[in-house]
């Protein structure tokens, strides 16, 4: 290192951000995830005694992701050496795995490789990995804030320990802002700033469990904020609101935070919450989803979960679903909010999702034929075939209705469609009841 590489190493240092100058440096720096870095749980104690094997971090932005691979850096007689997915490239890997296995051959010492935004690597890059992993030429590990069973080769998968990293608590966020305001070495301890409590408070709780972006706003808050007249910064509520602006919503819309979302959206119209389908409705706006994306889940779930206990339901979701093609946002959170309450408040029926579940179950199992008296007469030579005969046209009896069989002989007596007694669908069903008691 010359003496210019030097001076700017020492720079970044100073001027790196808040949270990332206070990161710690050893275990028991490190804040909250107790319930896989407490002292009697496995990866404290593998860190501890160098004992790693493959790991993958998953977790919510500013959890400590990176921060425990640094922790194991700092702590490992292993070779550790880092790449970011987004701009690593094969001849970056390739120069990771010969060092890897000169650090095996010749020294006998492993190497660690810690993958930051370990989904952004695409399929091919992530099967270079696996052999290396395997073999132990490497130790694998990733952190990621996508569910790494969607976004991760299996094979990788099969291979690591999976700790998912929680969201920090609001008390946890809280001591990393105290550190912050006193720490004289890595913090703001210099400024001289005092924060109040509820100042605190808020930043701890609006940060979302992302100590990160808390301490941007503290740091912010800090930096730009003028002495009063006792010659100190005071960080107050109106300072530390203005600072953070805007809560972030956890919902990235190809990760596991968008499909836990909708699944709560769709499960609140099941459920018949419209207050909780509206709350969900509007965190997916919020987060910027695709509004053609959220009417395809009503229509869905109109026809699913409400079926023909209200037949409206799904000419309402379709409505809307045409009516934000054509509107577009921010309008269009008013139809869709329509749309998602009348289908969340309509009674509820899955007669008809069951029907075609079991028809189609009987279709895989069940080799049928088409009753004759039903198949097709129009064309030359049907009649001496008997296709056709006997048919009886419904229009021609009482109430456009006779008895005759539809289904295939294989399947006489089964029913598939059974309607429920709620709304509409109670009224089909006593039609039915009464056409079959009924008979010819």
């Known amino acids: 290192m010359d003496l210019f590489d030097y001076m700017r190493e020492n720079t970044q240092k100073q001027e790196a951000p808040l949270a990332s100058r206070l990161r710690p440096r050893t275990l028991d720096e490190i804040v909250g995830q107790k319930h896989i870095l407490g002292k009697d749980k496995l990866l404290y104690r593998a860190i501890r005694a160098d004992k790693l094997s493959s790991l993958i971090f998953y977790g919510p932005p500013g959890t400590g992701k990176t921060t425990i691979a640094r922790v194991i850096a700092n702590t490992t007689r292993a070779d550790f050496t880092q790449l970011n997915a987004t701009v690593a490239g094969k001849k970056d890997m390739e120069a990771v795995v010969n060092r890897a296995k000169d650090n ?24 270079y990995l696996l052999p290396f992993v395997e073999d132990g030429t490497l130790i ?3 952190a990621t804030t996508e569910n790494p069973y969607f976004e991760v080769n299996g094979a990788l998968i099969s291979r690591s320990i999976i700790f998912e990293l929680k969201a920090l608590e609001k008390d946890d966020i809280k001591v990393l802002l105290t550190r912050a305001l006193t720490d004289m070495e890595k913090g703001m301890g210099a400024y001289e700033a005092v924060a109040d409590e509820d100042a605190l408070d808020f930043l701890a709780d609006i940060a979302g469990g992302d100590a990160r972006n808390a301490l941007n706003a503290l740091e912010l808050g800090i930096l730009t904020t003028e002495r009063s007249a006792d010659g100190k910064i005071h960080i107050t509520l109106p300072v530390a609101s203005e600072c953070i602006q805007k809560k972030t919503v956890r919902y990235d819309k190809g990760g596991d935070n968008h499909y836990d979302t909708i699944s709560a959206f769709i ?5 018949s919450d419209p207050d909780a389908a509206v709350f969900y409705l509007a965190k997916m706006l919020y987060a910027g989803e695709d509004i053609k994306f959220i009417a395809r889940r009503i229509m869905i779930c109109a026809s699913e979960d ?3 206990a209200d037949p409206q339901a799904i000419q309402v979701a379709a409505a809307a679903a045409q009516a934000v093609e054509r509107i577009g946002m921010p309008e269009s959170q008013i139809i869709l909010s329509q749309a998602a309450s009348y289908v969340a408040s309509a009674p509820k029926s899955n007669a008809a999702c069951n029907a075609i579940f079991e028809a189609m179950e009987a279709v895989k199992t069940t080799t049928t034929t088409v009753p004759v008296h039903l198949q097709d007469k129009h064309y030359g030579g049907a009649e001496k075939l008997g296709h056709g005969v006997g048919y009886l046209y419904a229009h021609d009896f009482p109430e456009h209705y006779v008895k005759q069989q539809y289904l295939p002989d294989e399947l006489v007596g089964r029913e598939f469609y059974r309607p429920s007694d709620n709304g509409y669908e109670k009224t089909i069903g006593e039609r039915l009841k009464h056409l079959r008691e009924r008979g010819y």
């Open 267 to 271: 499960k609140s119209m099941r459920g």
């Open 140 to 142: 694998l590990i990733g």
């Open 104 to 127: 095996l051959g010749m020294y006998g010492r492993k190497t660690i490789l810690f993958v930051d935004e370990i989904h952004r690597f695409n399929k091919g890059q992530q099967d």
């Open 306 to 308: 409400v079926g023909n």
